[in-house]
């Protein structure tokens, strides 16, 4: 069974820096696309970032690109989210998920095609 442990959440001030990490254990991270959803108050959760299994390929949502980088470390089967120049909108909880697919050319980006979730982690962008 895969778990995924999201960390780095917290308050920060409009125009910070958050580093999100999410550790992986049980199965091939290295065969893996990772997510890293999104859902705020009121909203339906969407996904901010996604990285493939395949070298080299990545998506982000409009809202973020520029500003936000995703990554992943194999040997340490973690991935990470990196997010500059936040705003107060980016305040959300943040979710890493896995897609154990492995055969997908681009990551998925609707939520029912990941299979593992973590528990999330609190962002809040002051202003």
């Known amino acids: 069974q895969v778990q995924l442990v999201e960390s780095g959440g917290g308050l920060v001030q409009a125009g910070g820096s958050l580093r999100l990490s999410c550790a992986a254990s049980?199965?091939?991270?290295?065969?893996?696309?990772m997510g890293w959803f999104r859902q705020a108050p009121g909203k339906e959760r969407e996904l901010a970032a996604a990285i493939s299994w395949r070298p080299g390929i990545t998506y982000y949502a409009d809202s973020v690109k520029g500003r936000f980088t995703i990554s992943r470390v194999n040997a340490k089967n973690t991935v990470y989210l990196q997010m500059n120049s936040l705003k107060p909108e980016d305040t959300a909880i943040y979710y890493c998920a896995a897609d154990d697919s492995a055969y997908r050319h681009y990551p998925a980006q609707a939520q029912g095609e990941y299979d593992y979730w973590g528990q999330g982690t609190q962002v809040t962008v002051s202003s």
């Open positions: 049980g199965g091939t991270f290295s065969g893996f696309d």
